[in-house]
């Protein structure tokens, strides 16, 4: 069968995690001599998952080991869904709960993000995102469902949770530093059972 006429679709493991609507994402990886390739998107496949397919904005970073960026968010009406993944090195990836009257408000969840493995974290809007550099360098790619507004963007200091972060003393922005904790911020976000079930 020529590439051509294959089909379109891509093998996707959608795993849940103790957080509503969050999923880890497992796309088939595909290796040879030549090295490896991952299809990260689909519209029917993510449609036929019950995820969002209306990404409105992609953008990456690049961190040295040592370096945690988050927590953040945007608050409505420019919230988003994420999805998240490593095209080089290795992260630890956490997203917490803010969203009232979820059974998990102000959980955290984390897992490791490897270009190794291709895996991915999905995220619905009301979580806030992080990750810290586990590897020498990583490059994270995001992809978001509404673009980025400078008066929504809104972080959660990253230390005021119950994420046990690998680092007792990461290298962070300014920013992210002078972030409120969570026991003092005001939740924009509602929990939507029916969101949060796909």
């Not at 849940?16 to 390739?37: I, K, N, S, W």
């Not at 036929?48 to 953008?59: H, K």
């Not at 959660?156 to 904790?181: G, K, M, Q, V, Y």
């Amino acid at each position: 069968m020529g590439l051509a006429s294959r089909p379109l679709r891509i093998q996707m493991e959608k795993l849940p995690t103790p957080l509503p609507g969050c999923f880890e994402l497992r796309p088939r990886r595909l290796e040879d001599a030549r090295g490896h390739f991952v299809k990260t998107f689909n519209r029917d496949t993510f449609a036929g998952l019950g995820l969002r397919t209306d990404w409105t904005e992609q953008y990456y970073s690049v961190s040295r080991h040592g370096v945690l960026r988050g927590l953040h968010f945007q608050e409505p009406p420019e919230d988003h869904a994420k999805l998240i993944y490593c095209t080089a090195g290795t992260v630890w990836d956490v997203a917490l709960d803010l969203r009232r009257g979820s059974p998990t408000y102000g959980r955290s969840w984390h897992l490791q993000l490897a270009a190794t493995t291709g895996n991915m974290l999905y995220l619905p809007a009301g979580l806030a995102h992080g990750f810290y550099t586990l590897s020498d360098e990583a490059t994270v790619v995001y992809n978001v469902t509404s673009g980025y507004s400078p008066k929504h963007d809104k972080g959660i200091l990253w230390n005021s949770t119950d994420i046990p972060w690998p680092e007792p003393n990461p290298l962070l922005s300014e920013r992210d530093h002078a972030f409120p904790r969570l026991a003092d911020f005001s939740s924009p976000f509602s929990y939507d059972s029916n969101e949060a079930g796909k």
